[in-house]
């Protein structure tokens, strides 16, 4: 008999040989000594290919239970009515809050000096602390997309202005912080980023009802392919480079809105509301007021509670369950979508 | 069946974050997608379920490096794992190193015999294996051998290269 071949060494040390052929090799390398040494050279082989792969697997963690997986839809249908009730109660203690003018709710555009990077790395900071560990792992997911997709920069001036920061000397600017554009979007004419000046129990708040929001809008608005979505909006639909679009839609008040649902991971959609600019700048001279009137459409979810800017000739919107500074960095990286 | 996945999910989570993290080199975005290929499969309900959730793994893992590769960005974060506890500075160095060596060594193999190594270290049998990428069965282990040994080489010569004080003990 001829000598083994390497494929039949390794499909018998594998456990994957038939046994009439597993027979015929062993009766054949008990026979023949260099075969015989060619499988304990295979079979350290084997082994040490084995071990090598062991050294670059993850840290084991408990699988979660099966049925979470399909959880969160459920959750969510069963607690909307409840989300409807805590966004009247959120928007009106929020529209009281707007027009009082002693409160600091002063709107600003973010080509002023009144946010610096440091500022918005400690509005940052009160927002990781007030964040459930829950929302710190989204925030820190996101934390490393922005990393992967700006090369780290916007990860890294936040870590390290909230390390100069432990212990603000001053606090940001009261109620609205304006967020200022990368240089790269800087000639961009940007709009307000408003942040709340809420204590943590409000802003924790805040976070939870955008996501609740984004899932009843998402019930509500007809999805529809790329070329419609062109078409409404007289330009190429604007996302997050690199996250994958689960879902455009449109609104179903036919106002022009344009929503593109971006997964930032398995478990979390981000919303990027968007439509003609020409006719928002206007509107946007002045604070929007908070609406609470229900039958218009995307226009509910006024931009009291929402981070916007213009990319091109469109007008932006972001929302999703992540804190406002992570939706801010996300909202700086938009452009159309490839 | 929901029962049978509910069984593959037990035996089979694990293997299948191990061969996600290797093409994706992110613990958390392997948990990830993991989770997501047995969604899917609680929806679709496949026949059969293991080779489904491993062609559906497969193809979510290429779609991440298509869109890495598009983006020109690297979503290699090795160094993001905060789960990942040590007990020394100098441990995780050394972790990061070897799983970075190991990463490059198996970037060495072609992509199909990459690919049969990785399932068949996830657990697949060489009917899977063959099922999933296409080869006769009767080359599998000739494929396997080939991978192996591509990956033990290309180890070694990274750490002969790199000066590195391990061991190599063999070949």
């Known amino acids: 008999m001829s000598h083994i071949d390497e494929g039949a060494l390794h499909a018998y040390l594998d456990g994957e040989l038939a046994s009439t052929e597993r027979k015929t090799l062993e009766a054949h390398v008990a026979e023949c000594p260099a075969c015989g040494a060619r499988l304990a050279e ?71 000096t009144v946010a610096t990077a440091d500022d918005r790395a400690m509005s940052a900071a009160a927002e990781e602390k007030a964040a459930a560990p829950r929302e710190r792992r989204q925030l820190n997911q996101s934390n490393r997309l922005n990393d992967a997709l700006t090369g ?28 200022r554009p990368p240089a ?8 307000p980023a408003v942040v709340p000046n809420a204590a943590e129990p409000a802003a924790r708040a805040e976070a939870d009802l955008s996501m609740l929001r984004g899932r009843l809008v998402a019930t509500e608005w007809p999805v529809i392919s790329r070329e419609p979505a062109r078409r409404i909006l007289g330009a190429e639909p604007v996302g997050v480079p690199g996250l994958p679009v689960r879902d455009i839609r449109r609104s179903p008040a036919g106002d022009g809105t344009v929503l593109v649902e ?8 981000i919303q990027l509301f968007q439509r003609p600019a020409t006719a928002e700048r206007a509107a946007y001279t002045a604070p929007a007021p908070m609406r609470l009137d229900r039958s218009s459409g995307a226009r509910e979810y006024a931009a009291a509670d929402r981070l916007a800017r213009f990319v091109g000739a469109l007008r932006v919107e972001i929302a999703g369950p992540l804190s406002q500074d992570s939706l801010n960095r996300l909202l700086e990286q938009v452009k159309p979508l490839p | 069946m929901p029962e049978d996945i509910a069984d593959i999910y037990r035996s089979t989570y694990r293997a299948l974050v191990r061969f996600l993290y290797r093409k994706v080199w992110d613990a958390e975005r392997a948990e990830d ?9 609680l929806v679709h309900k496949p026949e059969n379920a293991r080779g489904w959730l491993f062609v559906v793994a497969a193809n979510m893992a290429r779609d991440e490096a298509r869109r890495a590769a598009r983006e020109r960005r690297h979503l290699t974060l090795l160094k993001s794992e905060p789960e990942t506890v040590r007990s020394s500075p100098e441990e995780e160095i050394d972790a990061d190193t070897t799983r970075t060596r190991v990463r490059a060594a ?18 697949m049998s060489y009917d899977e294996i063959a099922a999933q990428t296409g ?21 070694d010569a990274a750490i002969e290269g790199g000066g590195g004080g391990q061991h190599v003990a063999h070949r």
Do not use: C
């Open chain 1, 42 to 112: 295979e079979r350290a082989l084997v082994k040490r290919a084995s071990q090598l792969l062991g050294l670059a697997q993850p840290l084991e963690r408990p699988a979660p239970p099966l049925h979470q997986l399909r959880q969160p839809r459920l959750m969510w249908r069963l607690r909307m009515p409840l989300a409807w009730a805590a966004s009247i109660v959120l928007a009106v203690s929020l529209g009281y809050y707007l027009r009082d003018p002693r409160s600091g709710m002063v709107t600003q555009p973010a080509s002023s």
């Open chain 1, 152 to 179: 780290g920069a916007v990860g890294k001036t936040s870590t390290d202005s909230h390390a100069r920061h432990t212990t603000p000397t001053s606090p940001p600017a009261a109620g609205v912080v304006a967020a």
């Open chain 1, 184 to 191: 790269s979007l800087r000639n961009a004419e940007p709009v």
């Open chain 1, 262 to 269: 971006q997964q930032l991971d398995a478990a979390t959609v």
């Open chain 2, 33 to 41: 997608l993991a989770q997501e290929a047995f969604a899917r499969a």
């Open chain 2, 106 to 123: 198996l970037d060495e193999l072609t992509p199909r015999d990459r690919e049969a190594l990785l399932l068949w270290d996830a657990g």
């Open chain 2, 135 to 155: 080869l006769a069965r009767g080359a599998i282990g000739t494929t396997l051998a080939r991978a192996r040994r591509r990956l033990v080489e290309a180890y």
